[in-house]
């Protein structure tokens, strides 16, 4: 580390760093004395007899004179400084000194005061003088509790003392109105809040004797636009004025409060944004009243300090249009001349005109022509103005973002009321001249003409009119004259011409003219990248206190009580103030110094007069300025010279010390300076980085330049310095004449026109950033002297990319031809010969083109990138390699050196491309030749020809950095490159042709219409191309296109095969004119894509071999319905195919399988009109977009529904009819109509057998039968339920014919559709998901791969569309499920069986496994066809009979999936190696789980507990319906039996003795049981049989009732003896008993379910037995007769 900082140059040693050096004057024969301090000074503050020092370590010295001290010496000698011992302990970080006190800041924002304490200037109330440095707290009172202010900096004048605290709000304390507080009673012991500057963010504040200045940065545009105000608030009198001239009127909005602020209405003064305190003050009588011409002909600085305005230079617009500036000259003549003053009204005092006055005018004007007077309108140095428009674009484009404001109504009622006196021809020429707009800027414009030869000098606002006599009549010609540097800061004048009428042509037509400069060239806010990091250039000078020499700077010699603008500083970048006495500075991010103030002893630099608005320094070309101090009467300049160590300039006053007076001083005749002079001593001081003055005095500190640290760091601040600078005059003397000429926008055409404000732009930008660096790297300079804290070390980014974006928009100007356009407007401006240009453009060359010098001088700024690198590297050579320092500046310095070799690479591109454009024949120039279009290589010189092209063809290939352009023609020349194709990059893919069979070095090029081969000369050729076509795709891709041909370095051999693009067809039948955008493969979209069509047509979804492929989202516009077809699902080589869902623009909707986009194979159609809410629905079988299978349809319109087999969407073949009446047919159809045998049942069971010819009408043979059992036989014709014709015989049965009675009934089903048969297709479905062709035809092992897929896909397709979003649970179900379980292979053992049960409960819960998408598709169809009208009881055998048939084919797939599971029936070996387990299995039946399933495999036990629960509801009503009559009629009994006590009905019901419980558990205790107990005995097994309604299955409802039955022998053997064992005779009445008391309602549903479900291997078992007494007990009761 010790190392580390030794080579850095960072030494404590006093005699390296920060020494300090003082003297007085600015003879030869001075030479500063060096103070000798054991640390390196940081800061330094002179008063005017004494001063301060702060050093390394936070340590205060003071030397001097100082009667401030009472006990201790009165003066000490400027070489022996005394320690300021009351600091110690403190860490000090600045020091400030006023006239005669001083002031410290500590680390943690604390004030410390001593000195003189008189005027309250220590902050210290009851003490004349403070002795040693003491506390002063400042308090914020608007926060409770009040809380202390931490303060960045300080600073003192003689009777005040200023702060400025982190919120960059300034506090003051002290005497004066130098102080901007709102008060009259000093002094101001407490400091308080400058109310005046709250809401701004002041950077810095500067103390002379009695002002103050402020540097503020400027409010965002939006902040600054309110709108102004009609009158002020304090005098109540117009803010814009009109004056009547002998030959033109002037608007003009100048006005003046001498308190500098306004007072409102209700005498509140306009203060800063949000903060209003009362104010009382009316202006003192002391303060000078201006005479009434004086105020009328010379504009004052406008009152309102709010507005923050940099006003317009006045100007007059005269008969002819021209806009012309009044000057000085004018200003002062018109001035002295009483005869123009307003309207004649010399007697009053107000120099605005009356109401009467404006009318007189008005009629005057409307009366007499006064188009002769125009020749007289000859203002001196007119000739050089700029156009109006451009005058309006100075202020206002330079502001991005912000629009005209529409100003005050005061000067828009003033128009319209000239208007309506001179009629139409007024209104007409105020829309011409748009005066609106020429006022309406009033935002600060950084406006100008600079550099227009000879220049012309414009009368500033703020100058008023007590001129020196020596300004009469003459115009100033000061280099320094900052009216010289920019025309800006005026108060705008407009001049109404005498005669509106006659307007001039020219000046319309400029008003139509487009706009050229509509581009700002200083960036407002900077560059948004660099936020806090640099500082703001966008700064404004607020100033106030005492005036008398011109030390405000607002043109006066008036004082300010409270802070306002220098408006035309306002667009000068100030960085740094510094005030002297009765004078002040400003220096400039430009290395310029403004003065105004006391010039008695030539400290402003200039001998320029008035001196009381800022001027430039006067100092030789080149010196850069960039610190300065100011003292009581001289001014101390640190600047660059021709080296980069820093040199001194003196101004101001000479100090003859006594008579020692050397002859020198005599010879010169002057005791002061006329301009800064150069200080010979300052070479000998080493660099110097900071100079400081007060008194008489000047210090300087100054460091060694130890390794060459502190030289390099020089050396880079004064080459950014140089660097802005020259940015800066490139800006002022090229870029705006540019703009504002007028030809310019014709001769660029609007194309370029663009090009060339976006190139502004990023020049403006680039400019800009310079500019603050410069500033950040001065400011470091001046304290911390480190390169840690440098911004383009920590944020390389920022400059890489303005740079970057620079470059580019320089080359896609160059490009487009723009300098060459430019050429001409610029040989008009800088002529024959421009010298101007090539200085700037450092060119050295004879007679070389303009345009040529314009894009060396818009590349210059390239070449600072190299420098950056070269003194990045100087710097790292001061550490020692191995450091992070070291490393930290190599890797800087690498990154700039890149950046430059690649934009010079650009560059080079750029030019090749514009010679290319030079030389193309021109047709097809135009539409290929793109800004940002750049040449890599072409093959004019046939190096590339096209494989078998025609004899006479000929083929040109020109490879672009976006595009690939093939151009062909035919010989003869003339018509050559009749046709070009343009192929762009990134959907272009090429292949390199193997040689050996060929000989022929070819390149394959695939795009995704057309695939061709280009053959090469040579292989080197070859290689050439190759490569050059693959780089530019990969940039093309990487968004790197745009830079040309990148950095070789990292460059990958070839772009990815794979990728994204957009791509619109041109060829492709189907796809033409569509935009593809997604993924790529080899020229093909492969991938997830969107095609949109021209139509409306959008596919969203995956593709494959460029076709749709996978799952895809389709959307059609209907041509006749204005709504869109929408499909969504799978796709298959371009066509729907698979599982989809499609809402038709009619409102039906599909959704089921498609193939070859027609609906094929299972699928639901939903349809109506519109306006029924409930459609009508078909689900099943389609083929070919057709209805054919097996189907299910339910009209809702006529309430029927059909179940049966549909041939092209009519109903064909045998099917089943019920409707919502009741009726029930099953039966052949033919051609949609039931038409064949058929079987016609009623409500009431009245049956028709026999032949039908159409939808419920009988004809032919048949029998009739009544519910009586009588019934018809013979022939019927005739349509049910409108009367029958019968033709044939009546039998009445027998009543003891019991078997012809028999014979009669009909038995269901035989005409309906074989439950095997219906939903095949279902089933086939999903065995071809399994990848088998036919059922139980496939590999096992593709099956379960083909599940792996499904669901990993399906996951996928889960993941990427978030509407389809599956719970947590289901995401975690599919991961287990994507697994292939092992048990599919080798012998099931119990527990292998046990695990394929679970994994079949998880695979039919997962709707996106096979098996899972079956289950939930058979629960739909089981849905549709049960639910609804096909509720009725006949279709009960239908829907038992239909499960049964689920189950066998399910199983079916059961064991394809696990091919060693036993058939139905089959049985699963026990492990026979423990005897014990056998045993144990033996009495298994008795256990709750009855029949173990592992002891016989059956379909239902495996398979029902997944299916019953969800088609339980329909099926459970069919057998309600079914069991009806019988279930109420036991429900009746039940009802009877119950009201009966305990005791009672076990006595009824037979039940013996010895079972009657004795005592029932009630509430936990024993109660007895007595002839009145109810519902007490048996209540356990009472609750268990009522779970029989809760449950689904047999299996689970078996296990219900033999839980039931081991609750009574619970209880029946708590009172009888162990080895106790029922009897059928015993134990029925008891179990009776319990069912009765159970009081279940569908008993006969519950017991019939079960019968027809139940496991057929149990029906012998103990379940079945037990199932039998169930049975039997429900018979019983039925039929139980109750007496």
Not at 77 to 85: A, C, F, H, I, T
Not at 631 to 656: E, F, K, M, N, W
Not at 755 to 764: A, E, G, K, P, Q
Not at 1517 to 1534: F, G, M, P, Q, R
Request: aromatic share 8%; charged share 20%; with cysteine.
């Amino acid at each position: 580390m010790e190392s580390q900082r030794k080579s850095s140059g960072e030494e404590d040693s006093s005699g390296e760093r920060g020494s300090l050096h003082t003297w007085k004057g600015y003879s030869y024969s001075v030479t500063p004395e060096r103070v000798l301090l054991s640390r390196p000074v940081l800061q330094a503050a002179l008063g005017t007899r004494h001063g301060v020092l702060l050093v390394e370590g936070g340590q205060v010295y003071s030397f001097g004179e100082f009667p401030w001290k009472q006990s201790q010496v009165l003066e000490v000698g400027p070489l022996k400084p005394v320690l300021e011992s009351a600091l110690s302990g403190q860490r000090v970080v600045a020091v400030a000194a006023g006239s005669f006190h001083s002031g410290a800041l500590t680390e943690d924002g604390g004030v410390h005061m001593w000195g003189e304490n008189s005027f309250g200037q220590c902050g210290l109330s009851s003490l004349t003088v403070v002795p040693n440095p003491t506390p002063v707290a400042i308090m914020d009172p608007d926060t409770s509790p009040p809380h202390t202010i931490r303060v960045l900096e300080l600073a003192c004048g003689e009777q005040h003392s200023l702060a400025l605290s982190a919120q960059h709000e300034v506090w003051a304390w002290g005497s004066g109105c130098q102080l901007g507080l709102v008060t009259t009673i000093f002094p101001v012991w407490k400091p308080q809040k400058v109310e005046h500057l709250v809401g701004r963010h002041v950077l810095q504040v500067a103390c002379g004797a009695f002002h103050s200045l402020a540097l503020v940065r400027c409010l965002p545009p939006q902040e600054s636009r309110r709108p102004l105000p009609d009158k002020c608030g304090q005098c109540n009198q117009l803010l814009y004025t009109m004056t009547d001239k002998e030959d033109h009127v002037i608007i003009s909005d100048s006005h003046y409060c001498p308190l500098g602020v306004e007072l409102l209405a209700e005498g509140e003064a306009r203060l800063g944004p949000g903060r209003s305190p009362p104010l009382g003050l009316l202006s003192s009588p002391s303060e000078p009243l201006l005479s009434s011409h004086t105020s009328a002909s010379a504009p004052g600085p406008h009152p309102s300090i709010t507005e923050h305005t940099d006003y317009e230079r006045g100007r007059t617009v005269a008969q002819n249009g021209e806009v012309l500036t009044t000057t000085d000259a004018d200003i002062s003549a018109s001035g002295t001349d009483s005869d123009r003053c307003v309207g004649g009204a010399g007697s009053r005092n107000s120099p605005y005109p009356d109401d009467q006055a404006v009318k007189e005018y008005l009629k005057k004007l409307s009366d007499t022509s006064l188009a002769e007077e125009t020749a007289k309108m000859t203002i001196a140095g007119a000739s050089f103005l700029p156009p109006a428009d451009s005058l309006d674009l100075l202020t206002s484009d330079l502001i991005p973002g912000v629009m005209p404001v529409t100003t005050s109504s005061a000067l828009n009622n003033l128009v319209s009321s000239c208007a309506s006196a001179v009629g139409e021809r007024v209104v007409s020429t105020y829309e011409a001249l748009s005066l609106k707009k020429m006022i309406n800027y009033y935002y600060p414009g950084v406006g100008g003409v600079a550099g227009v030869p000879g220049g012309f000098p414009g009368g500033p606002a703020e100058v008023r009119v007590r001129l020196e006599e020596s300004m009469q009549g003459k115009k100033s010609c000061s280099t320094g004259d900052i009216r010289e540097e920019e025309a800006e800061g005026l108060s705008r004048r407009l001049s109404l011409p005498g005669l509106l009428s006659q307007v001039s042509p020219r000046l319309l037509r400029r008003a139509s003219r487009p706009r050229v400069r509509a581009v700002p060239l200083t960036p407002v806010g900077g560059l948004p990248e660099a936020g806090e990091l640099l500082p703001s250039l966008q700064t404004e000078v607020w100033s106030w206190g005492r005036g008398e020499e011109g030390q405000l700077g607002h043109g006066d010699n008036l004082p300010r009580l409270q802070p306002l603008c220098i408006k035309c500083l306002s667009s000068k970048e100030v960085v740094l103030v510094a005030a002297g006495a009765h004078h002040s500075l400003a220096l400039t991010a430009q290395s310029q110094v403004f003065s105004w103030g006391s010039n008695s002893s030539g400290q402003l630099g200039h001998m320029a007069s008035p001196t009381t608005i800022p001027r430039l320094a006067k100092l030789s070309e080149g010196i850069r300025v960039w610190d300065v101090g100011a003292g009581a009467q001289h001014t101390l300049l640190l600047a660059d010279g021709d080296c980069y160590q820093p040199i001194l300039y003196y101004s101001g006053q000479q100090v003859r010390e006594g008579v020692q007076d050397t002859p020198q001083d005599q010879t010169e005749g002057y005791s002061y300076t006329q301009q800064p002079v150069l200080l010979p001593f300052c070479m000998n001081l080493g660099y110097v980085s900071g100079v400081f003055a007060g008194g008489q005095s000047c210090v300087a500190l100054a460091d060694r330049n130890a390794m060459g640290f502190i030289a390099s760091l020089h050396e880079l601040a004064t080459a950014e310095r140089k660097f802005y600078c020259k940015l800066s005059s490139v800006k002022n003397h090229i870029l705006r004449p540019l703009l504002d000429l007028e030809s310019l926008s014709t001769a660029l055409g609007p194309a370029s026109t663009v090009l060339l404000r976006s190139l502004v732009r990023c020049y403006s930008r680039l400019c800009h950033l310079t500019g603050q660096h410069s500033a950040s790297i001065t400011s470091n300079l001046r304290r911390r002297r480190e390169f840690k804290s440098l911004v383009m070390l920590e944020h390389a980014s920022i400059f890489l990319d303005t740079y970057n974006e620079y470059c580019c928009s320089v080359g896609n100007f160059l490009v487009m031809g723009g300098f060459q356009a430019l050429a001409k407007p610029s040989l008009e401006f800088f002529g024959k010969c421009p010298e101007l240009l090539q200085r700037l453009a450092e060119s050295s060359e004879e007679n070389i083109p303009l345009s040529d010098l314009l894009v060396t001088l818009f590349y210059l700024p390239m070449r600072h990138l190299h420098e950056y690198g070269r003194l990045l590297l100087k710097l790292g050579t001061c550490f020692e390699v191995s450091s992070v320092d070291y490393q930290k500046l190599q890797d800087g310095c690498s990154k700039f050196e890149a950046l430059a070799l690649h934009l010079k690479r650009r560059r080079k591109e750029a030019e090749y491309t514009y010679h290319f454009w030079k030389s193309f024949p021109g047709k097809m120039t135009d539409s290929l030749r793109k800004p940002r279009r750049r040449l890599i290589c072409e093959s004019s010189n046939k190096a590339l020809t096209l494989q078998n092209s025609g004899r006479f063809s000929v083929n040109w290939f020109i490879l672009f950095n976006d595009a690939l352009v093939h151009a062909q023609g035919v010989v003869p020349y003339k018509s050559l490159f009749s046709t070009h194709h343009v192929f762009p990059l990134a959907t272009l893919w090429v292949e390199p042709i193997p040689e050996e069979n060929t000989g022929l070095h070819g390149l394959k090029l695939i795009s995704p219409e057309e695939t061709f081969t280009l053959l090469a000369c040579s292989s080197m050729e070859k290689a050439k191309w190759l490569r050059s076509i693959n780089q530019a795709v990969d940039q093309a891709m990487t968004g790197a296109g745009q830079s040309g041909s990148g950095s070789g370095a990292g460059q990958r051999a070839e772009p990815p095969i794979s990728r994204t693009a957009s791509y619109t067809f041109y060829k492709d039948s189907r796809l033409k004119e569509a935009t593809y955008e997604g993924r790529w493969l080899a020229g093909k979209p492969n991938g997830r894509g969107v095609v949109k069509w021209l139509d409306g047509r959008i596919y969203t979804g995956t593709f494959k071999n460029g076709l749709e492929d996978g799952f895809g989202d389709y959307v059609m516009p209907s041509k006749t319905l204005n709504l869109n077809d929408h499909y969504q699902g799978h796709w298959k080589e371009g066509k729907m195919h698979g599982i989809g869902t499609y809402k038709y623009a009619t409102g039906e909707l599909y959704e089921g399988s498609f193939q070859d986009n027609m609906r094929h194979g299972h699928g639901m159609l939903r349809s109506g009109t519109l306006n029924s809410s409930s459609p009508s629905v078909f689900i099943g079988q389609w083929v070919h977009d057709k209805k054919t299978g097996y189907g299910v349809f339910d009209d809702i319109t006529r309430g029927e529904k059909y179940m049966g087999m549909w041939q092209d969407d009519q109903r064909q073949g045998t099917g089943v009819i019920v409707t919502q009446f009741g009726l029930y047919y099953e039966g052949a159809f033919n051609n949609n109509k039931m038409q064949g045998t058929g079987v016609l049942l009623s409500e009431d069971n009245t049956t028709y057998e026999g032949e039908f010819s159409e939808d419920w009408t009988l004809n032919g043979k048949g029998v009739l039968t009544m519910p009586n059992g009588d019934y018809f036989e013979g022939s019927f014709t005739g349509e049910w339920g409108s009367g029958l014709k019968v033709t044939g015989s009546f039998f009445k049965p027998n009543l003891y014919d019991s078997d012809g009675d028999k014979g009669r009934a009909v038995k269901l089903g035989r005409l309906a559709v074989p439950p095997e048969e219906k939903w095949r297709v279902v089933f086939e479905e999903c065995w071809m998901r399994l990848g088998c062709e036919a059922p139980g035809q496939g590999e096992n092992q593709r099956a379960w791969e083909n599940i792996a897929v499904a669901l990993t896909t399906s996951r996928r397709q889960h993941r990427d569309s978030p509407e389809m979003n599956l719970s947590r649970t289901q995401n975690r179900m599919l991961e287990s499920l994507e697994f292939i379980p092992q048990q599919h292979v080798g012998p099931v053992t119990m527990e292998k069986y046990d695990s394929i049960r679970r994994y079949l409960i998880k695979a039919c819960d997962m709707p996106l496994h096979p098996l899972g998408r079956l289950m939930e598709t058979l629960v739909a169809v089981y849905r549709m066809t049960y639910v609804g009208v096909g509720a009725n009881r006949r279709l009960l055998l239908q829907a038992v009979n239909e499960i049964m048939s689920y189950l066998a084919r399910i199983f079916q797939l059961v064991r394809f999936l696990f091919p060693d599971l036993p058939e139905e029936g089959g049985a699963i070996p026990e492990p026979s190696s423990d005897p014990q387990d056998k045993k144990d299995s033996n009495c298994a039946d008795t256990k709750l789980e009855s029949p173990k399933p592992g002891r016989v495999v059956s379909s239902s036990a495996l398979l029902l507990p997944v299916l019953l629960p969800r088609l339980y509801p329909p099926l459970f009503t069919l057998y309600a319906l079914e069991k009806e009559k019988e279930d109420d009629v036991y429900w009746e009994c039940v009802l009877r039996l119950n009201k009966q006590p305990d005791v009672a009905l076990l006595a009824f019901l037979g039940v013996q003795h010895k079972f009657w419980p004795v005592s029932v558990p009630v509430l936990g205790e024993k109660t007895e049981v007595v002839s009145s107990t109810k519902d007490a005995c048996f209540a356990s097994a009472t609750e268990t049989l009522q779970q029989i309604s809760t449950t689904f299955t047999p299996s689970d409802k078996l296990q219900v009732i033999q839980l039931t039955f081991e609750e009574i022998t619970k209880e029946v053997m708590s009172s009888l003896e162990d080895n106790f064992l029922w009897s059928m005779d015993d134990l029925f009445p008891v179990f009776l008993y319990v069912v009765l008391r159970a009081r279940i309602r569908n008993l006969g549903s519950e017991v019939s379910l079960i019968e027809d479900l139940m496991d057929p291997c149990v029906q012998h078992g103990e379940h079945g037995i037990m199932f039998t007494t169930l049975k039997a007990c429900y018979y019983q009761i039925q039929h139980e007769k109750t007496t």
